[in-house]
């Protein structure tokens, strides 16, 4: 009862972020007029392009200029802009949390659907393959170094890796990628700078996949480079804690082989903060593959973002997918609690 | 639980890293100071974005130095002033000046351009005749320009200023009378048959260099030492020409390159270290000033406060940055203080909930215990007994928060998203970026700003670092 009481209540939390989310981003454009100057901008330019079309046909420039005021009212009323922004925006939000995202104006998805959700189903699973493969990656490493280095505490690799560490941390993802185009690319040209494929596309399934394995080597190593230092450093600060507690003594003098204790008696009891420091990291780099993938020009979720925030902003197309962001957060952190559950059985019987 | 802050110094200059860390960060504060004390404030609007303080430079260039590696012999940019004449002859009425400007030129390439500027040109009647030539290794003299400034206007009285304002600037390699003067100079000496179209794009070559026989026109460097010679003529002994300068423009600039709209990488970078600085410590001082309040007002009061502020810190704390960051500057505009506002809006929570479960644990001790029996008011209890005991932590989190905000700002920079009046370290970055220096190589460009927010993003982590022995004793008897 308690695990359904404790999983509720983050459920909740969660879904409150979602909304306080979706409120925050629908009143900065509306209370900063930002909404009400594109709306406007929009209805102004499909005017011009009737009056264009029309003006040839129409003979009668009065006629014409009625019948425009008569099409621009009706736009004013389609687009909602008759009414203050906090009567039309309930409308969207209710919207959004449906997942009817509405049309692109500009952005297509391959096949042109100018559907939000079209584009986005195609560029999810390019994010997904980055991010899930850079998580792995650094899940392997950063549990086997981390744990490594708690062993040896203070010794030379020690500091060298907590050092690495650092550096790790303090690089930008983006900046690590350009170094890479930089060195792998540009000078010794062993790997493509950027794009999913080579053009044209090699034939063949197996072809074509290793192409894109290609194309995908550089921006997960530059994930992995950013990500795997900072998560490393916290695998070996908190088994060394738990290192250090009396139960480990004890499991000690009571004589048990070192490898025992460590998986029986460290690394179980370090598990649970381990695996929210992972999902901590993807969380992170969910936020990374925005400027990794405007880098590496990968077609993913994060480079459909800089598109619809670069240019002319499409008001839904942003909303739309910082909500998608947000979600894509929110659903990795309650997979975190599920796990986190799972493993502390404190939590599970509380 | 109390730690002094000399002891927390001690501890953290025992290590290494923390050593290295707290040089990084003198080193810079220093440059900080030094750019603070010499730049203007305004330097982004003012000089940075303002093409014409540029326009001297050469474009998109590497730095001076590389002419060290083997192999590479780059020409050298030269900028040649005088303000003093080297010669002056009077006879009459008549005042005739020269100005001398000798430059070397010890290399198989030519200049990338050639520039001539001058101003102040002060004249009571008359205006004067000024001519510019180039004298060559070879002994011969090309005459490249003469001109003479527009006389008194209607209604204007003497002395008549021109150039003052304005300075009056030639690019000599691109203009067709310099070219003209320049073909007929190669037909006389050299016997060839150029025109002036023949020589267009080779204005510069043709200055410092010798044709090479055939069909096209073509040069040879010729190499030694040159000078600009400038004579002017005036009317009158009272006339004066305030300064002359000539531009060999080179295919290397200064310590640092410059970038394609030839600005000088080295100044621009030195104004991004007080800015990083700047934005790091300003927006984590916000976020652990807010983050420490709440949290001790939610351990200490409990009830309904707590509950309150720990679910707005749940769910503060799950929202993705980076995407409302770029949400809000696009709607709201690129302001570096609606940036930092935003950056601490969404980043208090890790440390209330933190300090929450401290406070908790410090509330039910006995010092705070005897604090409250004496009859002391909660405000004073939360200020003056419990908040001193979490200091420490609020400290460390605090430098640990900073490098976050550093590589926050530079990553919304990258995405061309900084506030255009100041450059960063991350703006530099994103214009190289855009232009596609990193697909042509201008290593020069791309590779100091990234490293510089490294350098100081990586001072704070070492300290951090360094100070966690001193929070967690467990991890400072291990060493």
């Known amino acids: ?350 | 639980m109390n730690i002094k802050f000399s002891d927390a110094l001690k501890v953290i200059v025992s290590s290494h890293i923390g050593k290295a860390g707290l040089m990084l960060l003198a080193f810079l504060v220093g440059v900080s100071i030094w750019v603070l004390a010499t730049y203007p404030l305004d330097f982004g609007t003012k000089e940075w974005s303002n093409p014409t303080v540029w326009a001297d430079n050469p474009k998109a260039v590497p730095p001076k130095w590389v002419n060290l590696l083997p192999g590479t012999d780059r020409v050298a940019h030269s900028v040649l002033e005088s303000d003093t004449p080297d010669d002056v002859r009077t006879a009459g009425w008549v005042k005739a000046e020269t100005y001398l400007m000798p430059v070397s030129h010890d290399f198989d390439d030519f200049p990338t351009f050639l520039s001539f500027t001058m101003n102040d040109v002060k004249f009571q009647g008359r205006p004067p005749l000024i001519t510019l030539s180039l004298a060559r290794p070879d002994g011969t003299t090309v005459k490249l320009l003469q001109h003479v400034p527009s006389g008194a206007r209607d209604g204007e009285t003497a002395p008549i200023i021109r150039y003052e304002q304005t300075p009056f600037r030639l690019l000599l390699s691109a203009d067709q009378t310099v070219r003209a003067a320049l073909a007929d100079f190669h037909n006389e000496q050299y016997g060839t048959d150029y025109n002036e179209r023949d020589l267009r794009g080779l204005g510069d070559q043709a200055a410092f260099g010798v044709p090479i026989p055939g069909d096209e026109a073509a040069f040879e460097s010729l190499r030694g030492d040159y000078e600009f010679v400038v004579d002017i003529t005036f009317a009158s002994t009272e006339d004066s020409l305030g300064s002359v300068k000539a531009v060999v423009g080179g295919d290397v600039f200064g310590g640092m390159g410059t970038d394609s709209q030839g600005r000088d990488l080295a100044v621009g970078l030195l104004f991004g270290f007080p800015v990083a600085l700047f934005i790091g410590l300003l927006a984590s001082t916000l976020t652990t000033t807010i983050g420490t309040s709440l949290g001790v007002v939610s351990g200490y009061m409990g009830g309904w406060v707590d509950t309150a502020i720990q679910r707005l810190s749940d769910v503060v704390a799950n929202v993705p940055l980076l995407p409302i960051l770029i949400f809000m500057v696009i709607v709201l505009g690129s302001n570096l203080f609606l940036i930092i506002l935003v950056l601490v809006a969404f980043s208090w929570p890790g440390l209330t909930i933190l300090i929450r479960s401290m406070v908790l644990q410090l509330r039910s001790g006995q010092l705070i215990e005897a604090t409250q029996a004496l009859g002391a008011s909660k405000t004073r209890i939360m200020i003056r007994h419990i908040f001193p005991q979490t200091a420490p932590f609020v400290f460390a989190q605090m430098i640990f928060f900073t490098p976050a905000a550093i590589l926050a700002e530079a990553g919304l920079s990258f995405l061309g998203l900084g506030d255009p009046s100041i450059p960063t370290w991350g703006q530099i970055l994103e214009q190289g970026f855009r232009t596609g220096a990193v697909y042509v190589g201008y290593w020069w460009w791309v590779l100091p700003p990234g490293l510089l927010i490294v350098l100081t993003a990586m001072a704070f982590v070492l300290i951090a670092l360094a100070i966690e022995p001193v929070l967690n004793p467990r991890l400072r008897t291990m060493r």
């Open chain 1, 1 to 350: 009862m308690a695990l359904v009481r404790t999983l509720g209540l983050r459920a909740a939390t969660l879904l409150g972020v979602l909304l306080t989310v979706l409120v925050l981003l629908v009143v900065t454009l509306g209370a900063s007029g930002f909404s009400d100057r594109i709306l406007t901008a929009v209805i102004n330019e499909e005017i011009r392009g009737l009056r264009t079309s029309q003006a040839t046909q129409s003979r009668n420039p009065d006629a014409l200029e009625a019948a425009l005021e008569v099409r621009r009212a009706e736009l004013i009323e389609f687009y909602g802009l008759d009414r203050a922004w906090w009567q039309r925006m309930p409308d969207t939000v209710f919207r959004v949390i449906t997942l009817d995202l509405g049309e692109a104006r500009t952005l297509r998805s391959s096949e042109g659907s100018r559907k939000v959700s079209d584009i986005v189903l195609e560029r999810l699973p390019n994010t997904a393959l980055l991010l899930t493969s850079s998580l792995i990656i650094t899940a392997v490493i950063g549990m086997a170094v981390g744990v490594k280095m708690a062993t040896r505490v203070g010794s030379k690799i020690d500091r060298t890796v907590s050092f690495g560490a650092a550096i790790s941390f303090a690089l930008p993802a983006w900046w690590t990628g350009i170094l890479l185009i930089l060195l792998l690319s540009f000078t010794f040209n062993i790997l493509p700078s950027g794009g999913m494929y080579s053009t044209p596309p090699p034939e063949g399934g197996f072809s074509r996949f290793f192409d894109l394995l290609k194309h995908a080597l550089l921006p997960i190593i530059t994930l992995v480079l950013v990500s795997v230092g900072p998560y490393l450093y916290s695998v070996r600060t908190m088994t060394l804690n738990v290192a250090q507690e009396d139960h480990v003594l004890v499991a000690r003098a009571k004589g048990l082989r070192e490898g025992l204790v460590m998986r029986q008696h460290i690394l179980r009891v370090a598990a649970p903060p381990i695996v929210t420091g992972l999902i901590l990291s993807l969380v992170g780099s969910l936020s990374g593959s925005i400027l990794v993938e405007t880098v590496f020009n990968w077609n993913g979720m994060g480079r459909l973002y800089f598109e619809a925030v670069a240019g002319t902003p499409d008001e839904g197309l942003i909303v739309a997918l910082t909500f998608i962001f947000t979600l894509m957060y929110v659903v990795a952190r309650f997979v975190l609690e599920v796990l986190y559950l799972l493993l502390d059985p404190r939590v599970r019987y509380a």
